[in-house]
């Protein structure tokens, strides 16, 4: 592996200009009025993987958007990497924020990016890092270096929870069979700090309306008698939380997994800030459950977060109106043993108990996933720990985090396969916000790093 290096230095300018390519095109996956621009972003995928070298190369049809599948299997008895990624991204709102457009990639340098960082929706959610994997096996390929067999599974619904990656799974359990699944769709502490994801949150989304009289009103004719969807609706957000930001909602603890004082204590040794990680948000504290450090809040503890409320009028200007409806996205992001479908329900069986006889209630479920641990000591994580300290000069730290990927338990329980999460995006690159980006560095760091997992896994498994 060791010409990777000459290998990136002569094509890392056609690297970057192949992703800034593929991140020009708008794939929403949420917004319909986006749907042909994802399905041509699944086209570029594939053709990206037939000119990496892998075969068998298809866009598979679901029941939704496709899984863009392709892979080079040198010889069935070695072992199978199963490489997983998406290709759609978030809606890119509120564009006023955005310093430039979100799908005109521009290259611009920051304070810890001083190599310079592309700046486009997708840059590292998920586009920058699972291309990386595709530049990664291109080298392999090309130099006739692959030691293991390759697949490919790149999806276009992981934005809007998977919902057709179930049924494609089980209708294609032996194309996808596998060793190991691996999965860049995660970050690390710092580029000095080198980390891998040990853990991840579950989630349960769903959405609230509340409804009032059946038109608005004149609040002045019919304010402080008629019901006032908004404000029922805020003072129920209120009341999910209590004075120690501890979620009110009877049962959502009940399956906590306890984490010992001894794992605590290992988790504390992560290289953490707190001054820093304030800065960076530009606030003058932090916020959340009483008795946990930041860390432990944002990786070992379930929360709960309104993503989003509306209702009444908020255009230019006055209009004296009382709603008739009020509405919030909701997510809850849960640990180990929490079982998503039955948080949804307490939550459900809660927040309808809150509403005052005056309005109706109506939650509605988006979608969901469970939480995830990957063990330490599996060879795929010793692997990835041997890459990252080859290539960093330094070894790992195994970090739980706070984001979700709800269907890494889902391929466990189907594809009984484990997953290593070897992420290179940082905190600080604004996914699922305005000026997300993605760092030139860790970009090319991580084709760098790819191709030293394949080769200690292929050796720990011979």
Same mark, same amino acid.
């Given at each position: 592996?060791?010409?990777?290096?000459?290998?990136?230095?002569?094509?890392?300018?056609?690297?970057?200009?192949?992703?800034?390519?593929?991140?020009?095109?708008?794939?929403?996956?949420?917004?319909?009025?986006?749907?042909?621009?994802?399905?041509?972003?699944?086209?570029?995928?594939?053709? *990206?993987?037939?000119?990496?070298?892998?075969?068998?190369?298809?866009?598979?049809?679901?029941? =939704?958007?496709?899984?863009?599948?392709?892979?080079?299997?040198?010889? @069935?008895?070695?072992?199978?990497?199963? !490489?997983?990624? /998406?290709?759609? !991204?978030?809606?890119?709102?509120?564009?006023?924020?955005?310093?430039?457009?979100?799908?005109?990639?521009?290259?611009?340098?920051?304070?810890? #990016?001083?190599?310079?960082?592309?700046?486009?929706?997708?840059?590292?959610?998920?586009?920058?890092?699972?291309?990386? #994997?595709?530049?990664?096996?291109?080298?392999?390929?090309? $130099?006739?270096?692959?030691?293991?067999?390759?697949?490919?599974?790149?999806?276009?619904?992981?934005?809007?929870?998977?919902?057709?990656?179930?049924?494609?799974?089980? &209708?294609?359990?032996?194309?996808?069979? $596998?060793?190991?699944?691996?999965?860049?769709?995660?970050?690390?502490?710092?580029?000095?700090?080198?980390?891998?994801?040990?853990?991840?949150?579950?989630?349960?989304? !769903?959405?609230?309306?509340?409804?009032?009289?059946?038109?608005?009103? #004149?609040?002045?004719?019919?304010?402080?008698?008629?019901?006032?969807?908004?404000?029922?609706?805020?003072?129920?957000?209120?009341?999910? /939380?209590?004075? $120690?930001?501890?979620?009110?909602?009877?049962?959502?603890?009940?399956?906590?997994?306890?984490?010992?004082?001894?794992?605590?204590?290992?988790?504390?040794? %992560?290289?953490?800030?707190?001054?820093?990680?304030?800065?960076?948000?530009?606030?003058?504290?932090?916020?959340?459950?009483?008795?946990?450090?930041?860390?432990?809040?944002?990786?070992?503890?379930?929360?709960?977060? +309104?993503?989003?409320?509306? =209702?009444?009028?908020?255009?230019?200007?006055?209009?004296?109106?009382?709603?008739?409806?009020?509405?919030?996205?909701?997510?809850?992001?849960?640990?180990?043993?929490?079982?998503?479908? &039955?948080?949804?329900?307490?939550?459900?069986?809660?927040?309808?108990?809150?509403?005052?006889?005056? +309005?109706? !209630?109506?939650?509605?479920?988006? #979608?969901? =996933?469970?939480?995830?641990?990957?063990?330490?000591? *599996?060879?795929?994580?010793? %692997?990835?720990?041997?890459?990252?300290?080859?290539?960093?000069?330094?070894?790992?730290?195994?970090?739980?985090?706070? =984001?979700?990927? @709800?269907? +890494?338990?889902?391929?466990?329980?189907?594809?009984?396969?484990?997953?290593?999460?070897?992420?290179?995006?940082?905190?600080?690159?604004?996914? /699922?916000?305005?000026?997300?980006?993605?760092?030139?560095?860790?970009?090319?760091?991580?084709? &760098?790093?790819?191709?030293?997992?394949?080769?200690?896994?292929?050796?720990?498994?011979?």
């Amino acid at each position: 592996m060791e010409d990777i290096n000459n290998y990136i230095n002569t094509h890392k300018d056609r690297f970057i200009n192949e992703l800034v390519e593929l991140l020009k095109l708008p794939s929403i996956s949420a917004d319909t009025a986006y749907s042909q621009d994802v399905l041509e972003t699944a086209k570029a995928v594939k053709q *990206s993987l037939i000119e990496a070298g892998c075969e068998n190369a298809e866009i598979c049809e679901t029941k =939704g958007y496709p899984v863009v599948y392709a892979d080079k299997i040198i010889d @069935p008895k070695l072992p199978t990497v199963l !490489v997983y990624g /998406h290709y759609d !991204v978030q809606p890119p709102d509120p564009l006023n924020l955005w310093d430039s457009p979100p799908f005109e990639p521009v290259i611009k340098t920051t304070k810890l #990016h001083p190599d310079g960082a592309i700046f486009a929706r997708g840059a590292c959610d998920d586009k920058g890092q699972f291309f990386m #994997h595709v530049k990664a096996v291109e080298f392999m390929i090309k $130099n006739n270096q692959l030691p293991c067999n390759v697949k490919f599974m790149i999806e276009g619904e992981e934005e809007v929870g998977s919902d057709s990656l179930a049924g494609f799974l089980a &209708e294609n359990k032996e194309k996808l069979k $596998n060793d190991i699944i691996l999965i860049s769709d995660t970050g690390m502490i710092s580029n000095q700090d080198p980390s891998i994801t040990t853990g991840l949150r579950g989630l349960s989304y !769903v959405e609230v309306e509340v409804t009032g009289a059946n038109r608005d009103l #004149h609040s002045g004719i019919y304010g402080g008698a008629a019901p006032n969807p908004i404000n029922v609706l805020a003072k129920m957000i209120a009341a999910l /939380h209590d004075e $120690n930001n501890h979620i009110t909602i009877p049962g959502f603890y009940d399956k906590v997994q306890i984490i010992s004082d001894e794992e605590r204590a290992e988790m504390a040794k %992560a290289p953490f800030d707190l001054e820093e990680y304030k800065e960076s948000l530009d606030i003058d504290d932090v916020m959340g459950e009483k008795g946990y450090t930041t860390p432990e809040r944002f990786g070992i503890r379930p929360t709960l977060d +309104v993503n989003g409320i509306w =209702g009444g009028y908020t255009g230019e200007g006055a209009k004296t109106v009382i709603a008739s409806k009020a509405y919030a996205k909701i997510s809850m992001r849960l640990v180990p043993d929490q079982d998503w479908h &039955e948080i949804t329900r307490l939550f459900t069986e809660y927040f309808t108990s809150l509403a005052p006889k005056s +309005v109706k !209630v109506k939650v509605t479920p988006h #979608h969901g =996933g469970q939480a995830y641990v990957t063990p330490i000591d *599996s060879e795929g994580y010793q %692997a990835a720990a041997k890459a990252i300290e080859k290539t960093f000069g330094k070894s790992p730290v195994p970090q739980r985090t706070g =984001g979700s990927i @709800p269907i +890494v338990a889902l391929f466990e329980k189907v594809l009984e396969s484990k997953t290593i999460l070897l992420g290179f995006g940082l905190d600080s690159d604004a996914i /699922h916000s305005p000026n997300e980006h993605f760092g030139v560095f860790n970009f090319l760091k991580g084709i &760098e790093t790819i191709p030293y997992f394949y080769k200690y896994y292929a050796e720990l498994k011979a």
